[in-house]
């Protein structure tokens, strides 16, 4: 087992793909090169002992056929051959995976990096625009995702090559631009004596974020989760409104400066759990001009398009697209290579 940054030659199939997260596990199969990958039961993560078990008992309540190899995106840093993820037990050792499940391949990505590997093949009904701006073909792409955390990765294209890049930057700092924002953030609480992105714009960081609203209004506010929230402001509640109109103009703010940092022409696309619960604030204009408002260079900003993800699961078809074409990527992955089950 090794970490490596390669093109692969080409995975036998069928290709286990698998999208792994502190709470659920989602897994496709990928029968050939062509065919759309065909989707297995969700499993939860508590339910079972390891990733092996879990992957076991999705196959089999599918009746599906046995996959010969297996490229799964985990919501975890990939560093060396144990990989624990950040959220649930399960430590995802790829050796372990080729022994138990009769692999040839196992290939462990982060959970970005899959998120990253969907966006040349996001098109029509799986993304929708906010704003204005036309993505560039060939050009860098961003991908920027608030759910538990905020998730983050590039997808850079040279030498013909789309070369996914994942990163923390959901912890980059967040700070007040707005006459609002200056009332509010004396009342946002440090961690390490800073904010960053994550704090706020994710669904641990919403309560946070309203409790800040509230303080500054001198309202008396008590929610707990981003659910409640969310409920709150479909019922008018003007914290609860507040709050989200703010989280939208800071999401677009974080991802204005990384469409600068990479020029992503590509485009800025938003993903993640809790996007479709605050979609109608994203696209109510505060997120687009604060995306824009990045002067000197808000002419080049316009021109930078932002999308939605509607696709349910974009990264299975990130992962989809990898195992079809593995050439057209070059991936920094954790591998692990045995004898299989034979031709």
Not at 207 to 225: E, G, I, N, Q, S
Request: contains cysteine; proline residues 8%.
């Amino acid at each position: 087992m090794s970490l490596s940054s390669s093109r692969p030659r080409g995975f036998r199939f069928p290709v286990l793909v698998g999208d792994v997260g502190g709470t659920n596990a989602r897994f496709a199969l990928v029968m050939d090169a062509t065919q759309p990958a065909l989707p297995l039961p969700a499993v939860a993560t508590a339910d079972y002992p390891d990733i092996t078990a879990a992957i076991q008992a999705s196959i089999a309540e599918a009746r599906a056929p046995q996959p010969r190899s297996a490229i799964i995106a985990v919501a975890g840093p990939v560093t060396g051959d144990r990989i624990p993820l950040t959220n649930a037990h399960w430590v995802v050792e790829p050796l372990q995976m080729i022994d138990g499940l009769m692999l040839e391949d196992v290939v462990i990505l982060n959970d970005f990096e899959a998120q990253a590997l969907a966006l040349p093949g996001l098109a029509g009904t799986d993304i929708e625009q906010i704003g204005g701006g036309t993505a560039l073909a060939g050009a860098s792409k961003f991908v920027l995702g608030p759910g538990t955390g905020l998730g983050a990765a590039a997808m850079i294209h040279a030498a013909d090559t789309w070369i996914p890049v994942p990163g923390e930057g959901g912890h980059v700092e967040l700070g007040p631009v707005t006459d609002d924002d200056f009332l509010i953030w004396p009342h946002v609480e440090r961690a390490g004596g800073r904010v960053g992105a994550e704090q706020l714009l994710s669904g641990t960081g919403l309560p946070m974020l309203a409790r800040a609203v509230a303080t500054a209004r001198k309202a008396d506010r008590d929610f707990r989760k981003g659910a409640e929230i969310t409920r709150a402001a479909s019922d008018g509640d003007p914290v609860a409104v507040e709050t989200l109109q703010v989280f939208a103009r800071c999401l677009g703010r974080v991802a204005g400066d990384f469409a600068l940092t990479v020029l992503a022409r590509g485009g800025v696309y938003i993903t993640g759990g809790v996007t479709s619960y605050i979609a109608d604030y994203l696209r109510d204009g505060g997120f687009r001009a604060a995306f824009e408002a990045k002067a000197p260079h808000a002419g080049l900003m316009a021109s930078i398009p932002t999308f939605l993800i509607r696709h349910p699961n974009p990264a299975l078809e990130g992962l989809a697209a990898f195992a079809r074409t593995p050439a057209l990527f070059a991936v920094g992955t954790a591998t692990g290579n045995g004898p299989g089950p034979g031709p």
